[in-house]
């Protein structure tokens, strides 16, 4: 079992940065991903950002050019910045390895004011 602590997020203003955190302990060995999700109220959870465990990243095409996430298969972050209203919403950590080895965080709310 894979156990995903997050931290970040919060309240701030448009065109202001936060950064989110995420910690993976457990069955480290079999992840293949690691990434951030969000999910707005009424809206299905979307991909934000991932990275696999050969590096590759992942970028929603919505904040291409605003966020960055970087980290190993362990630990992620997602620095985010110009956000933007249509940001709001709860961000979720995951971390994949199979069907049978899904994880995801409590998720974090950030919410980005006008």
């Known amino acids: 079992q894979v156990q995903l602590v997050e931290s970040g997020g919060g309240l701030v203003q448009a065109g202001g940065s936060l950064r989110l955190s995420c910690t993976a302990s457990?069955?480290?060995?079999?992840?293949?991903?690691l990434g951030w999700y969000r999910q707005a109220p009424g809206n299905e959870r979307e991909l934000v950002a991932s990275?696999?465990?050969?590096?590759e990243t992942r970028y929603a095409d919505s904040v291409k050019g605003r966020f960055t996430i970087s980290g190993n298969i362990a630990h992620i972050d997602l620095q985010m910045n110009a956000l933007k209203p249509e940001d709001t919403a709860v961000y979720f950590c995951?971390?994949?390895?199979?069907?049978?080895?899904?994880?995801w965080g409590q998720g974090t709310q950030v919410t980005v004011s006008s």
């Open positions: 995951r971390s994949f390895a199979t069907v049978q080895e899904d994880y």
């Open positions: 457990g069955r480290l060995f079999n992840i293949y991903l």
């Open positions: 990275l696999t465990r050969g590096g």
